[in-house]
T-cell receptor, first 117, second 115 residues
Framework: KAGVTQTPRYLIKTRGQQVTLSCSPISGHRSVSWYQQTPGQGLQFLFEYFSETQRNKGNFPGRFSGRQFSNSRSEMNVSTLELGDSALYLC????????????????FGQGTRLTVV | AQTVTQSQPEMSVQEAETVTLSCTYDTSENNYYLFWYKQPPSRQMILVIRQEAYKQQNATENRFSVNFQKAAKSFSLKISDSQLGDTAMYFCALGLVEYGNKLVFGAGTILRVKS
């Protein structure tokens, strides 16, 4: 069974540009969550999508947005990039919306390393 | 608000010995889960062990076990017979059922296993 796939693995963007990251969850999983990981702030929750609807949202500015498609694949977009957006962006796939119930653990992808220059 | 605190930024242990990583958390909710995730240099987050808050029995997974003290809001991870492959960053995480699959993470503890 294939794991969570995130593309691209590495990305370099210029301040002010926008970027789109992609996440393909494990087959059959319907929930996708996104996290930002930085040395200073650690791992912070961005948002969760389930059945194409945003279920939860973290405390990030509106420049951070996402969506989920009917096949459960998800994208996150960051507009008007700032230097502080440089981070590892992790996607997590879960079976459903039951919230960590047995068999509902989150499985993570290897992340996309975004560098803003 | 929910918080997770890991007070040990770094730890080291000799191969084959036992080490305990500490974690405390805070939440006013009653329905939650606790997790330990491992992040090796490859950056892949791997679930090590999970604990349901309503279960009093401590979870175990092979060499990994937890000491869950609900009243004290403490959730420590014990690694027995440490192996070189255990070298990684370890994150403690809290998940509230009410908030779907959202996880709140601690700052992490870097564990180095020495030969």
């Amino acid at each position: 069974k294939a794991g969570v796939t995130q593309t691209p693995r590495y990305l370099i963007k210029t301040r002010g540009q926008q970027v789109t990251l992609s996440c393909s969850p494990i087959s059959g999983h319907r929930s996708v969550s996104w996290y930002q990981q930085t040395p200073g702030q650690g791992l912070q929750f961005l948002f969760e999508y389930f059945s194409e609807t945003q279920r939860n949202k973290g405390n990030f500015p509106g420049r951070f947005s996402g969506r989920q498609f009917s096949n459960s694949r998800s994208e996150m977009n960051v507009s008007t990039l700032e230097l502080g957006d440089s981070a590892l962006y992790l996607c997590a796939s879960s079976l459903d919306s039951r919230g960590h119930s047995e068999g509902g653990e989150a499985f993570f992808g290897q992340g996309t390393r975004l560098t803003v220059v | 608000a929910q918080t997770v605190t890991q007070s040990q930024p770094e730890m080291s242990v000799q191969e084959a010995e036992t080490v305990t990583l500490s974690c405390t958390y805070d939440t006013s909710e009653n329905n939650y889960y606790l997790f330990w995730y491992k992040q090796p240099p490859s950056r892949q987050m791997i679930l090590v062990i999970r604990q349901e808050a309503y279960k009093q029995q401590n979870a175990t997974e092979n060499r990994f076990s937890v000491n869950f003290q609900k009243a004290a809001k403490s959730f420590s991870l014990k690694i027995s017979d440490s192996q070189l492959g255990d070298t990684a960053m370890y994150f403690c995480a809290l998940g509230l059922v009410e908030y779907g699959n959202k996880l709140v993470f601690g700052a992490g503890t870097i564990l180095r296993v020495k030969s």
